[in-house]
């Protein structure tokens, strides 16, 4: 079920209890951030939409839903003029109730919900990996043999709907709406995937992703360790037109950790910087996975020899 929403006494909605959603509280946020840039306190915000600072202080802590007009007022107050940042925060004021296409699954907690929810907002989304393809890239094979490697993570029940949250959430890097970059170490690719023909189907499902534009990958040689003892792994994303990180994730057994912090964000993208520079480039990397596909023990095609 989705969150009930209740009526704000000075116009939208609020979660029921009044408990942010992460949309409304993500548009509260970048509400404070303009104020403040602007050097303006509640009180000019609330005389701009004939309102009261309470409710200023709900809209920037997201305890209420903005309405699209208030944030255009306020952004006309702050002097945001950038197109594309006036879009995103107007397009989460319309979406900040909207129930996600996942809360359809079953399976799917409140934690890894938030989680996609964050996901399908990301315009940019960065992606780090020890000894495992990266889950947005998964082969719905590869998916099931990691699940059975371990098959406490996703009670058996659950598996086939977790399988297919996977797959629709990958639609975003194959229809092109989400700049997509993995980082891989080296054993990532080499590591036998269960079988040769998992492995086989995994790699050049790899090398297909890898051709879009939308697509960077970038393998990390097993020589660089030092590179790779940066962090464990990790998902940035970013929300806007830039690409610095706005939020990290990081995956526990049955769980999804989402940070945000300013101070955990820098280290971040300390190590992503790290990673990229120690990597292979895009086509030495491409070239990487082709040759491991071609060494795997089968008759070569025409196709994978190019």
């Given at each position: 079920?989705?969150?009930?929403?209740?009526?704000?006494?000075?116009?939208?909605?609020?979660?029921?209890?009044?408990?942010?959603?992460?949309?409304?509280?993500?548009?509260?946020?970048?509400?404070?951030?303009?104020?403040l840039?602007?050097?303006?306190?509640?009180?000019?915000?609330?005389?701009?939409?004939?309102?009261?600072?309470?409710?200023?202080?709900?809209?920037e802590?997201?305890?209420?839903?903005?309405?699209?007009?208030?944030?255009?007022?306020?952004?006309?107050?702050?002097?945001?003029?950038?197109?594309?940042?006036?879009?995103?925060?107007?397009?989460?004021?319309?979406?900040?109730?909207?129930?996600?296409?996942?809360?359809?699954?079953?399976?799917?907690?409140?934690?890894?919900a938030?989680?996609?929810?964050?996901?399908?907002?990301?315009?940019?989304?960065?992606t780090?990996?020890?000894?495992l393809?990266?889950?947005l890239?998964?082969?719905?094979?590869?998916?099931?043999?990691?699940?059975?490697?371990?098959?406490?993570?996703v009670?058996?029940a659950?598996?086939?709907?977790?399988?297919?949250?996977?797959?629709?959430?990958?639609?975003?890097?194959?229809?092109?709406?989400?700049?997509?970059?993995?980082?891989?170490?080296?054993?990532?690719?080499?590591?036998?995937?269960?079988?040769?023909?998992?492995?086989?189907?995994?790699?050049?499902?790899?090398?297909e992703?890898?051709?879009?534009?939308?697509?960077?990958?970038?393998?990390?040689?097993?020589?660089?360790?030092?590179?790779?003892?940066?962090?464990?792994?990790?998902?940035?994303?970013?929300?806007?037109?830039?690409?610095?990180?706005?939020?990290?994730?990081?995956?526990?057994?049955?769980?999804?950790?989402?940070?945000?912090?300013?101070?955990?964000?820098?280290?971040?993208?300390?190590?992503?910087?790290?990673?990229?520079?120690?990597?292979?480039?895009?086509?030495?990397?491409?070239?990487?996975v082709?040759?491991?596909?071609?060494?795997?023990?089968?008759h070569?095609?025409?196709?994978?020899?190019?």
């Amino acid at each position: 079920m989705g969150r009930l929403m209740t009526p704000s006494r000075e116009g939208g909605t609020m979660p029921a209890g009044g408990k942010p959603t992460v949309r409304s509280r993500r548009l509260g946020e970048a509400l404070r951030k303009h104020r403040l840039t602007a050097g303006l306190d509640q009180s000019h915000a609330a005389e701009a939409l004939v309102s009261s600072v309470a409710k200023v202080s709900r809209m920037e802590s997201g305890k209420v839903t903005s309405r699209p007009l208030d944030v255009r007022m306020l952004l006309d107050l702050y002097q945001v003029h950038d197109p594309d940042e006036r879009d995103r925060l107007e397009s989460l004021a319309r979406e900040s109730n909207r129930r996600g296409w996942w809360l359809d699954y079953k399976g799917v907690g409140e934690n890894y919900a938030t989680y996609i929810e964050l996901e399908s907002d990301a315009t940019h989304i960065v992606t780090w990996q020890l000894g495992l393809i990266p889950g947005l890239l998964q082969t719905p094979a590869f998916a099931t043999e990691m699940h059975n490697a371990n098959p406490t993570i996703v009670p058996a029940a659950n598996r086939d709907e977790f399988l297919k949250v996977r797959q629709a959430r990958q639609k975003r890097i194959t229809d092109g709406s989400v700049r997509f970059t993995a980082i891989m170490w080296e054993p990532a690719v080499l590591a036998p995937m269960g079988s040769q023909d998992v492995h086989r189907e995994q790699l050049r499902h790899l090398i297909e992703i890898a051709t879009l534009p939308n697509v960077t990958l970038q393998i990390l040689p097993l020589a660089s360790g030092n590179a790779a003892r940066v962090a464990g792994p990790f998902t940035g994303m970013s929300f806007g037109s830039d690409p610095t990180l706005e939020a990290v994730s990081f995956e526990a057994f049955t769980n999804v950790v989402v940070v945000e912090s300013q101070e955990e964000l820098t280290g971040y993208a300390y190590a992503l910087e790290t990673l990229r520079s120690a990597a292979w480039s895009p086509d030495t990397s491409l070239d990487f996975v082709r040759k491991v596909l071609r060494g795997l023990p089968h008759h070569v095609s025409e196709e994978e020899e190019e």
